[in-house]
């Protein structure tokens, strides 16, 4: 869930809101039907209908789909877009789009459930003929000397004050992502393709991919940097590669273990694979750097993911097994309740009174129960 912060910094991104702008420019015509998944404030599809549309549907599952609604209405564009509270994939649209709008990135395109939403609207909105915008990200890796962002993950652990050895954290904290903005002097390769995401064919939201790479200068090697160039329509788009102005995208750092002193012509291999789990990506990369030509020294291999970062005790661990036999706890058996409870007959205050007087352990008084019984009703009542 995003503030209305965050959608301020989207919209004041001027790189990215003046190509999509000029990607619905280039598209829509007329008669066009426009879809946006995701409408956020509402901004593209007003725009769409400033430029045009016949019909615009916005679809957005967050609140600022009412700050949506009064845009429209504040530009004169409340009778030709239709509003659907929901995510995409739980919504049926009344007709077909010839443009479907989107921008459901993260730092990079691999972020939540963005692929798969695409490919279902795709399947289920999209016009034959019509176009999607973005239509590509391109994404790309290169190996990077970052002392900074790398002594930000491990120096908490590494400089501990009380003479501590803290090496389980410093293990935790060597196998997670983070957002980093490099210039193209740290980078000690050139960049590789690791993947191109169509959106015209997309549908494996999962990627894995081989990198190869021959440093090209002499320095310390700190990990992995991956960006995207986004291609929003026939030259429209833009680059988050490093020196390219800012956005608010970025690029993500994968750091190694330890850094890695490494000399020109050395060879640095990585398997890079992003897999969707639920909600989230959980990111592998294996690493292997060959010793400099000549030298008599083993290579160095690293072999990181998230699943080595998350914090998972060995309880949390069982409870995924697939042998695991899943027996309610008492937060369930209440969420459960309240599941019942809510059949359509009972108010809000009728199920809180029930809440509170059958667990008098978990709710200290009704109101208590009523907060509870709300934030589940904002979630799962019609
Ligand atoms: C990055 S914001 C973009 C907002 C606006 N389109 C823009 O470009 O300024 C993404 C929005 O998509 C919404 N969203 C994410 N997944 C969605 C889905 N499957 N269907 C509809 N909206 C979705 C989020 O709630 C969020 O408001």
Redesign the pocket.
Known sequence: ??SLRA?GS??ADRI??DA?AEALRRTVRQESIVA??????G??AVLACQLGAERVFA????E?IQLAREVAAANGCAGRIEFFE????R?TLPARADVI?????GILPLF???IP?IADARRRFLAPGGTMIPRRDTLWAAIVEAPKPYCEVVDPWDQNPFGQNLSPARQLAVNNVQKVRVSPAQLLTGHKLWATLDYATIQNPDVRGNLEWTVERAGTGHGIVVWFDADLAEDVGFSNAPGAPETIYGSFFFPWTQPVPLTQGQTVCVNLAAKLVENEYLWRWTTRIEPPSGSSTSPVDFDQSQFAGAVLSAAQLRKIAADYIPELSDEGILRRRTFELMDGKLSLEGIACRLAAEFPQRFSSTEEALSYAGVVSQEYSR
């Open positions: 869930m995003y959608y989207m919209i990215r809101v999509y946006e998944i995701g409408t956020g404030p901004v593209f679809i957005e599952p967050a600022i929901g995510l995409s994939n919504v709008l989107s921008d459901l990135r939540e459930r963005h939403a």
